[in-house]
């Protein structure tokens, strides 16, 4: 990841909530970020049997949690419906990341007849970075913390995993600004 990205997430994430008329201690609609951007948002129940999904999650589980198609000016991002409700908010958070930081294709594999396209690794880390600004930003966390909040009722109210609000919590600095650790 490059130089103060880290910041500069924070930053963007003030940005989108501010621009989207939302506080900074309210959950953010990923639809309307989606709108916003004009991106629109589909599960990938909608476009296959969801039978074949199943069978790619059996086959190997978390392959597939989210892509973005861009069809002319127009990008769809597909999440899969087999997720939990905290990784498909994650999975949307950081392909919207990618739309916000403008990130492009860089990497063009095939395997078999499949094509499969992807981003810079760094460009991932990114996306990631962001994502859990976007979902968990330090300023929200810092007033849930003031509230006694858990990792698990921050979770459920933002409709995350444990595990990113437990990130979220660490690496944000939140615990060590309100708890003093």
């Known amino acids: 990841m490059r130089r103060g990205f880290k910041a500069e997430a924070e930053r963007t994430s003030t940005e989108v909530r501010v621009r989207l008329g939302i506080g900074k201690a ?4 990923l639809e309307l970020l989606a709108s916003s951007l004009g991106a629109e948002l589909r599960s990938a129940g909608d476009l296959i049997d969801i039978a074949r999904l199943e069978e790619i999650e059996r086959i190997q589980p978390g392959a597939f949690s989210a ?6 000016e127009r990008h769809v991002v597909v999440w899969n419906p087999l997720s939990t409700p905290g990784r498909i908010s ?8 990618h739309l916000l930081l403008k990130h492009s294709v860089q990497q063009v594999e095939t395997v078999g007849d499949l094509t499969f396209f992807g981003c810079d690794p760094d460009e991932e880390q990114e996306a990631n970075w962001l994502a859990g600004c976007l979902l968990l930003p330090r300023a929200l966390l810092v007033v849930e913390l003031r509230k006694r909040a ?3 009722s921050i979770a459920d109210k933002y409709q995350v995993s444990t595990q990113m609000a437990n990130h979220r919590l660490r690496a944000s600095g939140a615990m060590r600004q309100v708890l003093g650790h």
Not at 26 to 29: A, G, I, M, S
Not at 67 to 72: H, R
Request: glycine residues 4%; charged residues 30%.
């Open 26 to 29: 309210e959950r953010l609609p």
């Open 67 to 72: 892509c973005t198609f861009e069809i002319g």
């Open 90 to 97: 994650s999975d949307i958070a950081h392909e919207l990341s």
């Open 150 to 152: 858990t990792a698990d």
